[in-house]
């Protein structure tokens, strides 16, 4: 009896063992029957012709057969697919083994993770703040290769180069990108109602009082801030953009490296004009109630009421494109649609607010140098593109095929980012010591919204940056 | 692969693991063959040898580590100065959640008692009991994080005029009032977490006071009744003085709880509107903001604010004894 037990518990374990093992056989085969692309063609992609990976450019890191590289994102599932699929080509040029870890909980785990000599060997950083942090209080950040700086000098605008690098070293090339600088809007209602998208920010307030009075059941903005523990964020991008158009990117700069107080009488005004949309009970909060209820309307709810004419223009990045829901044609024609937020003064360049993650190393062997390189190349950016199929990818790398990209708004926010008068300059509170940029800032925008003043917001703010 | 590699680490470390059990019991079973007046000790000392060095590592070595810190400044790692502490005190970022964390340690052992005791005298020797008592007992089940998503929901508010989606305000919207933003009332918002916190509690002081309640003699009940003693007198006179321990313990244990909340504010308002709390803060600064340094003196308040209940309680314990 006790043998036959035995035997059942024996049988059933391998077997559950065998399903273990054949599943993971599965996650590690899995990548490489995928392979994306490589049969579309490229349309004038210089030295890779026919869209396959030119392998001589890694062979100078010498021979990586059998070699692994560890790649930690918090970027989990569903989004990750992409990525994975992105690095075949390079898997298969070099016999690297590049190993995918996501966590939603990346950004408090990646310093504990580097200080407790754990770290992976590269990771998906989003904010130039944490890269300065993980540089600083860790050292253990390495230098990026030459051949990775060649590709960044190539490919990006000279500020993305600044923002990958801490101390004036350069350690993380950029890699993906967003655009900030849209304000979402209903083209069929738009048309409808004979409106026209606003070029100058007058354009923008004359649209808005227009709007405030042709429709007495909507309004013309909604907005929202919450957003769980990071409430308040919508609102610093708010801030941000404006104070790039009202003192320029010069005086935003100064701001965001607190060589001008955070309360500067600039930084006031800027607020202010916010304020003049936001805390208007006129213009806000359509289809949510009073001026208040932004504060706790999450950024994705936010811009809903577009659909149901509630409300017609919502400050939102590109990614907000995800949130509509299924059946919404997202296009210039269609249901919604985003138009840049318009300048001051267009006559003086055209202000792009956006943010981005870069890939910065924790080991200097030669097979993660050549993952670094292949990640900052225009044959990556399209390979990514290619692989993205739903869309929601954009970078800021100059080689990238507009057509390559899926979804109109992605290609939008390429072209957005590849403009010859676009000014483009980084989220400021992912470049602000994180206490402020991921504390106080968001803490003093949802205060100031529920109905503090912007001057005590602001001061509030500027006391709290570290000495 | 992966899955393999970590199996065989997991086999390693229970080898290891069943090596050093062998190791301790083998060494302990030497001692005890000498046979020496002092080999009795010895074997005990070699007993609890490892749980001595994993406290020491695992508790002790950290806490001093942390206190260090926490005089480091924001980082941590600079020089010797109080400046973190000075911070907690006067910045109104810090000194809010401190204030607010005061607020949660006074009510909720409080109300969490009355509501739990309350309720345990009302049902005891009801027809209904065990229902009741399952009811009010559920709440303990719900982890902390599903408990306040529920009541965020009780609370959800949508513009007068639109449908409401939360209970409270649907039943103010129905009887014809205002819908009322209830996260956002600044001081009450607090208090309306708290509500939380107690739904969740009261099972567990309803549950340790209803045995304590049923522990008491019927004898002296008896006794109390013919002396003529009934309703309040018998409950103030009888049941409580009796309770006294189970209630010292529930008090304590519900106030250590309170002191550590972080998964409701983190969860209905992410502390914001004035609503934070030490542990939040705690967490934020070592792991959001990595300002270790301010983050170790929030530990640190934390922990002198929950010695002396724990003396307290110790103290009780040792009372009853």
Redesign the interface.
């Known amino acids: 009896m006790a043998r036959r037990v035995l035997k059942s518990i024996a049988v059933a374990s391998s077997l559950s063992l065998a399903v273990?093992?054949s599943a993971?056989a599965d996650v590690?085969t899995g990548g490489d029957t995928a392979s994306p692309g490589s049969t579309a063609a490229t349309t004038g992609g210089g030295d890779q012709a026919g869209g396959t990976l030119d392998c001589e450019a890694y062979k100078k890191f010498g021979d990586l057969e059998g070699t692994t590289v560890t790649v930690y994102t918090s970027i989990i599932a569903p989004e990750d697919q992409p990525h994975i699929d992105s690095w075949v080509p390079f898997e298969e040029c070099t016999g690297v083994d590049v190993?995918y870890e996501g966590s939603k909980e990346f950004?408090?785990q990646l310093?504990?993770r580097v200080k407790g000599g754990n770290a992976p060997d590269i990771a998906y950083v989003p904010q130039p703040g944490l890269l300065a942090?993980l540089v600083r209080?860790t050292g253990k950040v390495v230098e990026a290769p030459a051949e990775t700086s060649a590709n960044v000098d190539e490919f990006f605008d000279p500020a993305w180069k600044g923002y990958g690098s801490v101390d004036g070293k350069f350690y993380a090339a950029p890699l993906g990108a967003n655009v900030k600088s849209y304000v979402w809007y209903s083209p069929k209602t738009f048309t409808e109602k004979g409106y026209e998208v606003p070029e100058t920010w007058d354009d923008l307030m004359t649209l808005t009082e227009k709007i405030a009075a042709d429709n007495p059941d909507a309004k013309p903005w909604c907005a929202g801030f919450g957003?769980?523990?990071?409430?308040?964020w919508p609102g610093t991008d708010w801030l941000e953009d404006v104070l790039m158009r009202t003192a320029g990117p010069d005086v935003y700069d100064q701001w965001v490296a607190h060589e001008i107080p955070f309360n500067d009488a600039k930084v006031v005004e800027a607020l202010d004009t916010a304020g003049k949309i936001l805390k208007d009970p006129k213009y806000v909060n359509g289809?949510?109630?009073?001026v208040?209820?932004i504060?706790?309307t999450t950024f994705q709810d936010g811009g809903q009421p577009i659909l149901q004419g509630k409300c017609f223009m919502h400050r939102q990045a590109s990614f907000y494109a995800a949130n509509w829901p299924e059946g919404t044609k997202v296009a210039e024609d269609g249901d919604a649609w985003a138009f840049y937020l318009p300048a001051v003064d267009p006559e003086a360049g055209k202000p792009v607010l956006g943010g981005g993650e870069f890939v910065a190393a924790f080991a200097d062997r030669p097979e993660v140098k050549a993952f670094q390189t292949y990640l900052s190349s225009a044959d990556w950016a399209n390979e990514k593109a290619k692989a993205t199929p739903n869309g929601g990818w954009v970078s800021a790398n100059k080689g990238l095929e507009i057509d390559n990209l899926a979804s109109p708004i992605d290609r939008l926010s390429a072209e957005t980012l590849q403009d010859e008068k676009a000014v483009f300059r980084f989220d400021g509170s992912d470049m602000m010591?994180?206490?402020v940029g991921?504390?106080?800032f968001?803490?003093g925008m949802?205060d100031w919204i529920?109905g503090q003043s912007t001057q005590e917001s602001l001061d509030?703010i500027e006391?709290?940056w570290?000495q | 692969m992966k899955i393999m590699d970590k199996f065989g680490d997991m086999l390693m470390a229970i080898v290891v693991f069943a090596l050093v059990v062998v190791l301790i019991v083998a060494l302990a079973w030497l001692v005890g063959q000498i046979r020496t007046r002092a080999s009795g000790k010895v074997q005990g000392f070699i007993y609890i040898l490892p749980v001595l060095i994993m406290l020491l590592g695992g508790l002790v070595y950290p806490a001093i580590l942390t206190i260090r810190q926490a005089f480091g400044g924001p980082t941590g790692d600079e020089g010797f100065g109080v400046e973190n502490f000075v911070a907690v005190f006067t910045r109104p970022e810090l000194l809010r959640p401190l204030i607010n964390t005061a607020i949660w340690v006074v009510c909720v052992p409080v109300f969490a008692t009355i509501v739990g005791l309350a309720y345990a005298v009302l049902v005891d020797r009801s027809r209904f009991e065990a229902f009741a008592k399952a009811l009010i007992f559920l709440p303990m089940a719900i982890s902390m994080v599903g408990a306040s998503i529920i009541w965020k929901f009780m609370y959800d508010f949508r513009a007068a005029g639109e449908t409401q989606v939360g209970l409270f305000n649907a039943i103010l919207t129905g009887i014809g009032f205002q819908p009322v933003d209830f996260m956002q009332i600044r001081w009450w918002n607090t208090f309306f977490l708290i509500v939380v916190m107690v739904w969740i509690q009261a099972g567990f002081a309803m549950t340790v006071l209803s045995a304590a309640i049923k522990g008491i003699p019927d004898e002296i009940i008896e006794a109390a009744k013919i002396d003529g003693t009934t309703g309040w007198k018998l409950f103030r006179f009888i049941t409580l003085p009796s309770i006294r321990g189970s209630l010292v313990v529930v008090l304590t244990t519900v106030g250590i709880a309170t002191l550590k909340v972080f998964d409701v504010v983190r969860t209905m308002t992410g502390g914001q509107f004035d609503t934070s709390v030490l542990a939040l803060e705690f967490y934020n600064y070592s792991f959001r903001y990595s300002q270790y340094g301010t983050g170790a003196a929030l530990a640190v308040v934390l922990f002198i604010l929950v010695l002396p209940i724990v003396i307290y309680n110790v103290v009780q314990m040792r009372k009853d004894a």
């Open positions: 273990l093992l993971c590690g190993e950004e408090a310093l504990v942090t209080e957003s769980g523990d990071a409430t308040g289809g949510f109630g009073d208040n209820s504060a706790t010591p994180s206490v991921a504390g106080t968001w803490k949802t529920t509030f006391r709290s570290p």
